[in-house]
């Protein structure tokens, strides 16, 4: 069990939290949290340091507006369920808070949740309103995403090889900051969208010999893999590639580990790796490695089509408005996409044969340093 | 005309106006029925101030018989005034107003010494009643027919005339016109017809309005078969004489009974001659000599003597033949044969033909060489004449065609000149196939073939060739399009007005000569959805549709394709056979709309909506199609107006005119006041039953019961028994009984809708009704309080008509004119009396009693023409806000009333005053759009919806800005909309006192009524929707506030219990207490959303 630093300071800000509120319904006030505002108007690019960040924009939620009542009262639960596991000394997973929390409000046809959609939002406003990560409120998210590679990590007093994990790999679980890097013999990271390609990159051995540290994502990053890339990439100074299917939301993940997400911007300076390039797969690849014919049509309406992109090309025409998107390679990239109307996924690098991805196009790229921005 | 029509019999007129008088089917007579006795009923207790009890049973018997009782708690009645009750049937007072009729100048067909004729019916009336005379009416004694359509098979067949009226107008005129570029003028009230879901109804040109219906003629049969003509039919006898014409080929035997039948005569030819002598036969003279020595021999005679002499059928073969200068003879058959090859030669002279002198011309463009062809071998050998062919300048050829008879011949029966060219009158006596050769040449010879825009015209500088044109053509079952056009003429510098007959589509495919799309052209055989208004199921985009089954499903709101319009046309005659269909979409849809019960039975509502299928299926198939009301606009009223009297086949009195094409024109009489004795009248006529009556007059021992029966010859009642009964129960009051045709059912026009609407507008009565089933349904009284009694007062000048008046002067024992009309009429004083008079022409020393008929209607004039104050108000009896909302509330039990009396206004004359009532909610079920309660003074009137000023009155208002929605116009919910005219002459639509007549000044006082309940309403939906939406609020926050309370416990350390508490009291102090909202309320939460604060 993990002790974080501040838990006193935690408590004291859920306190703080309480007391305001108490203090509002005993002046007959209408009682309010100040947030920050996490829409996307209030999300900006910092050019700078390269990632999303959030503005300064606050809003409140009150309970006498029938539209916030509930979250206000989800917000309340959260909150003194989370000081209760501070106190406790233990650490909840999200699902289990949201079990923790729902039943049937008296009176009402309804509950204190109806999913998980509904609470974890609401930790999230949390965080942001008190300025806190969730990991300080004793809340983690399910482990997602593993890790291969030439490099031995100390967990809770445990040093671990990765290299002899075999093809199971190291969990990555949603708090990775107390890990030490005690050893290690990488030249790159590399982030892999789909275990099933990551599956097949150890098969074939090439973390081994390739001396890469590869981490599966396992679709949209969690926040324990994207916490990790960045401190790979700050400790150990390693270069880190990026391995999505070309398609727009293969981009986005890219994109959420490069600069962050809308959702998480005022976590970005601890979540994102600007140094992070793309590797694959590209449009540019699909005439490279003649994929023609393994591509697959894109989703949705052509912007072309009347009535506005939607779906994939929606993505994309959005992506193309992304600050960290203007680089004329990228444009070009997202532009072809659209006009082709083409997406090519990770293992469509298989037709040929199946070490081609390991034998052939990674280590091409990589020495020719083919890679998007 | 009253006079005729005194002689017919008084069950004669009940026959031919049964559906006038509210009999026209058995569900309807057994409302009118009851309806005429509980007016009765509720009347005799109101004048004695008694709060009416009323019982009305109805017991089934066999064959469709019902008998029912009406038994009312007033004071019984006397033997002597039972007659008054029954009094007879027709003499209405109002009986003149409904004198209807034609501007003189209206054509009309007509068939008069055996040929068709469009007559101007001025022309036609004056001919019979003769010029002299002023208003004068006329038994027709020489045989006239016109064309007649009989109501129940929509069939035109050629019925005699038997009236011809003249009348002095009276009345406002209108020009009515219609699509097809059709129009007639008429009096305000002459009925046109129109078709609605109980069929063809007659509806007043004064209330026709753009996109109404009217009634033309799709098919007028033709007036006869005839396969030759006569060519001396065709001129006078002087005409033939000085001609110097012969016909040819007259029998030894006819020319024999000359000698034998003949009488000798001698007598000198001319003064200074000497004597001869001649046969005198049939008043004809004839030389003997010549008869002897030349007729006998070669077997003629002179033409013109043998037209004197009527032989013109009697000679079979016979020619025609006359010697011109130079000794050239020409011949031509007697009889000349009408055939296909004929006709078209005629059609084709109507258009290209010209007559001078000698000769008859026909000119083509001289690409029409087929034509040329046609006309030369018509000439050549039908008609044996000899034709040149000659090129003439600007491409055109020309046939001339010589020898006088048949030149006079064409110029007689096509006419001479452009603009006097008409169609040979036999044209109308021909078979169909004979009229469509001689409209093909017509349209050959001049028409023009638009093949763009599927058109065939034919245009004219002669209006009476375009007139029988399209009348032509309607005997051809086409109903063809008419325009007019102005065309300033270059030449001379003056103007000409041209006259195109048109038709389209499928129409012009009624020639083979003529090849056109038959798909299109279709419209005015098409059933305009607006007539089904009263029993749409739901709403439509069509306006009109296609007359089959699918087509009205579409028009009912039933489907919105023609495929799936057949599906439901599909399950609902499965249902009704009661076969078993699946659960599906449209089984959903008819039980959605109530037209299937929840065990998928037909309802009764599905089987009157096939029912009125059925009939605009028969309809679409009748010789009848409806043509839509485009303009209607006021003219210059003429003196006189015209009529004619056709009885129909049926009950219907019609025929058909129009001078830019046929309609179907109405001449009806009737009378407003029917009362009980119509019942009466019907019960014996249906059932043969006398009317039985029970009487127990108040602090009298004894019940009388009479029995009446009425005398259809002398049109008076008879008692025919008067005994004491002691085994009927009665307090006091009086009991009608009587057995009729008919049929008790349910739904929308029933018995039991009829007594629950009469109960809402009389609280203070208690009705009961005694269903056929053995059910009982009591209406209870809720008010102890009749409302008060009117004031009778003097009528008022302007509300008066001339019988009103004539019967007036008998009555009055005024010595003059000046004080008649002070004394016997309201706000007449001396200065307006003066007035009057003075208007009229008179002195005002006269006696009113000697002041002739044409005198009275000057007089009647100058009353209407005098600025009058108004008439007071004092005489009307609204029932008032307090019994309406009562009303309302006792039979509907909703959650919310209110009502608006108005103040009293005045149309015409006559004051009348509005009341509207509105209840919503509560136990009132949610069923599409609103129900309607229409009142004229306290009477329900449940028919004719559509066509009533109180539902255009509701329709006007938007009901959007009072909180209800709408559809197609009618607001919708879960309410009811109450409409009452208390006046002392309510404007009916028609006789049989269905609706209101939508006068705009009343219906703008409707309205009026109708938006202040609107907004009473809308102040108590959004007042309740706030209330709601706040309670629900509330509820949702202290939920939160109790749910949340021990989490921020834990957060402070403060207790839970007084943070819920704390919650709570900021919650009261925003929201005030919680309320204890009934528990609809309650469960009706979710439909409302959520509004932020």
Redesign the interface.
């Known amino acids: 069990m993990p002790e974080l630093q501040n838990d006193q300071e935690v408590i004291k800000k859920?306190?703080r939290?309480?007391?305001r509120?108490?203090n509002q319904?005993?002046e007959?006030e209408?009682?309010n949290i100040v947030k920050p505002v996490r829409s996307r108007s209030n999300v900006e690019f910092d050019s700078e340091e390269n990632v999303l960040k959030l503005g300064d924009s606050t809003s409140k939620r009150y309970?006498?507006?029938?539209?916030h009542?509930?979250k206000?009262?989800q917000t309340?639960?959260i909150?003194?369920?989370c000081?209760?596991f501070i106190e406790e000394g233990r650490t909840a997973s999200i699902r289990e808070l949201y079990y923790q929390l729902k039943h049937t409000?008296?009176?009402?046809d309804e509950n204190?949740l109806e999913d998980q959609d509904e609470s974890d939002p609401v930790i999230v406003d949390l965080e942001t309103a008190l300025d806190v990560l969730r990991e300080h409120l004793h809340l983690i998210a399910e482990p997602k995403g593993r890790l291969f590679g030439p490099i031995t990590i100390e967990d809770e007093g445990d040093e671990i090889n990765c290299l002899q994990l075999g093809k199971s790999g190291l969990g990555v679980p949603s708090i990775v900051d107390d890990y030490k890097f005690v050893d290690h013999n990488a030249d790159y990271a590399l982030v892999v969208e789909t275990s099933a390609m990551a599956a097949r990159l150890v098969e074939e051995d090439f973390h081994k010999e390739h001396n890469a540290i590869i981490i599966s994502a396992g679709g949209q990053p969690s926040r324990g893999v994207r916490r990790l890339t960045r401190l790979l990439s700050d400790r150990l100074d390693l270069p880190t590639y990026i391995f999505t299917d070309g398609d727009p939301y293969g981009y986005y993940i890219y994109s959420v580990l490069k600069a962050g997400s809308m959702n998480l911007a005022f976590e970005s300076k601890r979540l994102a790796t600007p140094s992070a390039n793309l590797i694959g797969m590209t449009m540019h690849d699909v005439e490279e490695y003649g994929l023609e014919n393994v591509t697959e049509k894109l989703k949705g309406k052509h912007p072309d089509s009347g009535g506005g992109p939607t779906k994939d090309y929606k993505r994309a025409k959005d992506m193309m408005g992304y600050e960290w998107f203007q680089s004329n390679e990228w444009q070009r990239e997202l532009q072809t996409m659209i006009d082709k109307g083409i997406r090519v996924e990770q293992q469509a690098l298989a037709t040929n044969n199946l070490q081609f991805v390991a034998e052939t196009y990674l280590p091409e790229k990589i020495e020719k340093g083919d890679f998007l921005p | 005309m009253s006079e005729q029509h005194r002689d017919i019999s008084v069950a004669e007129f009940f026959e031919k106006n049964r559906h006038l008088l509210g009999f026209s089917n058995k569900q309807k007579a057994v409302i009118t029925c009851v309806k005429e006795g509980m007016d009765n009923a509720l009347d005799a207790c109101e004048v004695e101030r008694i709060l009416p009890e009323v019982h009305v049973s109805i017991e089934e018997m066999d064959g469709d018989k019902l008998r029912f009782q009406i038994k009312d708690n007033a004071v019984g009645i006397d033997r002597e005034k039972i007659p008054k009750i029954f009094g007879k049937l027709l003499y209405g007072s109002k009986f003149h107003k409904l004198q209807q009729s034609l501007l003189p100048d209206q054509e009309i067909m007509v068939r008069r010494e055996g040929e068709v004729r469009l007559m101007e019916i001025g022309e036609l009336c004056d001919d019979i009643v003769g010029v002299e005379g002023g208003e004068k009416t006329k038994e027709v004694d020489e045989e006239i027919k016109a064309p007649c359509f009989d109501r129940e098979t929509g069939e035109i067949s050629w019925r005699p005339v038997t009236h011809a009226i003249r009348h002095k107008n009276r009345n406002e005129t209108f020009k009515v016109e219609t699509t097809r570029g059709r129009e007639v003028e008429v009096t305000g009230n002459h009925s046109l017809f129109t078709l609605t879901e109980e069929g063809v109804e007659e509806v007043e040109a004064s209330e026709l309005g753009e996109g109404d219906y009217v009634l033309a003629p799709e098919r007028i049969p033709s007036a006869g078969e005839i396969s030759e003509i006569n060519v001396l039919d065709y001129f006078t006898a002087e005409e033939l004489a000085e001609s110097n014409w012969y016909v040819y080929g007259i029998s030894d035997s006819l020319l024999k009974s000359i000698e034998e039948r003949g009488k000798k005569i001698r007598k000198r030819p001319s003064p200074d001659s000497r004597r001869r002598t001649y046969y005198r036969l049939n008043g004809v003279e004839i030389l003997k000599d010549s008869l002897d020595n030349n007729y006998l021999k070669k077997n003629y005679l002179p033409a013109d003597k043998i037209l004197r002499l009527g032989w013109g059928n009697k000679i079979e073969n016979g020619r025609l033949r006359t010697y011109q200068v130079g000794g050239k003879e020409t011949e031509i058959p007697l009889n000349v044969e009408l055939d296909e090859k004929f006709m078209r030669f005629l059609g084709l002279f109507v258009a290209e033909g010209h007559v001078d002198k000698r000769q008859a011309g026909l000119t083509f463009g001289s690409h029409e060489k087929e034509l040329v062809q046609h006309a030369e071998t018509v000439a050549g050998q039908t008609l044996n004449l000899s034709t040149t062919v000659s090129e003439r300048e600007h491409n055109s050829v020309r046939l001339k065609v010589f020898g006088s008879p048949v030149v006079r011949l064409l110029e007689k029966l096509c006419g001479r000149g452009a603009r006097n060219k008409h169609v040979p009158e036999f044209v109308f006596r021909v078979n169909e196939e004979l009229q469509q050769a001689f409209i093909d040449g017509m349209y050959e010879g001049d028409g023009s073939d638009a093949h763009p825009s599927n058109e065939l015209s034919y245009t004219t500088t002669s209006q009476r060739l375009a007139r029988q044109l399209s009348y032509l053509w309607n005997m051809r079952g086409v109903v063809s399009s008419w325009k007019e056009r102005v065309n300033s003429n270059n030449i001379s510098g003056g103007e000409t007005k041209t006259y195109s007959v048109l038709v389209h589509g499928r129409d012009i495919a009624k020639s083979d000569r003529f090849d056109e799309d038959a798909n299109r052209g279709m419209r005015y055989r098409m059933i305009p959805s607006a007539i089904l208004e009263d029993s749409r199921i739901d709403d439509t985009s069509r306006v009109r549709v296609k007359p089959n089954k699918s087509g009205i499903f579409m028009a009912a709101g039933l489907g919105s394709n023609p495929h799936y319009a057949r599906k439901f046309v599909d399950k609902a005659e499965k249902i009704l056979n009661e076969e078993n269909v699946g659960e599906d979409y449209y089984l959903e849809t008819f039980r959605k709309k109530g037209l299937v019960s929840e065990e998928g039975k037909p309802s009764d509502k599905l089987k009157e909506f096939m029912e009125t299928v059925e009939d605009l299926l028969s309809f679409a198939q009748s010789d009848l199609c409806l043509l839509r009301v485009e303009n209607v606009e006021e003219t210059k009223s003429p003196e006189f107006v015209y009529d004619i009297s056709v009885p129909g086949s049926g009950k219907d009195e019609n025929f058909i005119g129009g001078n830019k094409g046929a309609l179907c024109i109405k001449n009806s009489r009737g009378q407003q006041g029917i009362g009980i004795s119509a019942a009466g009248l019907y019960s014996q006529l249906t059932t043969g039953n006398p009317v039985k009556i029970y009487s127990k007059k108040k602090g009298n021992e004894d019940t009388h019961m009479f029995k009446v029966r009425i005398d259809t010859q002398s049109n008076e009642p008879e008692i025919v028994e008067d005994r004491i009964v002691d085994d009927y129960e009665f307090d006091h009051g009086t009991s009608i009984e009587m057995s009729i045709e008919g049929k008790y059912t349910g739904g929308h026009h029933s018995v039991k809708t009829y007594l629950k609407n009469t109960a809402i507008m009389n609280p203070y009565a208690k009705i009961v009704l005694n269903e056929p089933d053995g059910n009982t349904i009591e209406f209870p009284r809720v008010s102890e309080s009749l409302p008060p009694m009117p004031k009778e007062i003097k009528p008022h000048p302007h509300g008066v008509e001339l019988g009103v008046l004539m019967r007036m002067v008998r009555n009055s024992g005024a010595r003059t004119i000046s004080s008649f009309l002070k004394s016997e009429f309201t706000r007449v004083g001396r200065t307006s009396a003066d007035d009057i008079i003075e208007k009229a022409g008179l002195s005002g020393k006269e006696r009113p009693s000697v002041l002739e008929k044409s005198q009275m209607e000057d007089l009647l004039d100058a009353m209407q023409n005098t600025n009058l104050q108004n008439p007071p108000t004092n005489c009307l009896s609204p029932i008032g806000e307090d019994l309406i909302e009562r009303g309302l509330k006792k039979e509907l039990n909703p959650d919310f009333v209110a009502s608006v009396t108005r103040k009293p206004s005045v149309y015409r004359g006559n004051p009348y005053q509005v009341e509207v009532g509105i209840a919503y909610g509560g136990d009132i079920e949610q069923d599409g759009t609103y129900n309607a309660l229409r009142y004229a003074n306290k009477v329900p009137l449940i028919y004719k919806r559509s066509s009533c000023a109180t539902t255009k009155a509701i329709r006007e208002t938007d009901w959007s800005r009072y909180g209800l929605s709408e559809s197609g116009n009618r607001p919708t919910g879960p309410v009811y909309i109450l409409v009452h005219m208390a006046s002392v002459w309510v404007p009916f639509t028609s006789e049989g006192k269905e609706a209101i007549a939508d006068y705009p000044e009343i219906v703008k006082e409707m309205k009026l009524a109708v938006q202040e309940v609107g907004r009473k309403l809308k102040r108590y939906l959004s007042k309740k929707r706030k209330k709601k939406a706040r309670a629900k609020?509330r509820?949702?926050?202290?939920?939160?506030?109790?749910?949340?309370s021990?989490?921020?416990s834990?957060?402070?350390g403060?207790d839970d219990d007084s943070?819920a508490e704390?919650?709570m009291s900021?919650?009261r102090?925003?929201y005030g207490k919680a309320s204890t909202e009934d528990s609809r309320d309650e469960k009706n939460t979710e439909e409302e959303e959520?509004?932020?604060?």
């Open positions: 859920l306190e939290l309480g007391d509120i108490l319904i005993e007959g209408n009682p309970f006498m507006n029938i539209g009542a509930r206000f009262m309340m639960l909150a003194s369920k000081k209760e409000i008296p009176g009402l204190t | 609020k509820k949702k926050l202290s939920s939160y506030g109790k749910a949340m021990p989490a921020l834990k957060l402070t403060v943070i704390k919650i900021v919650l102090e925003k959520g509004g932020d604060s």
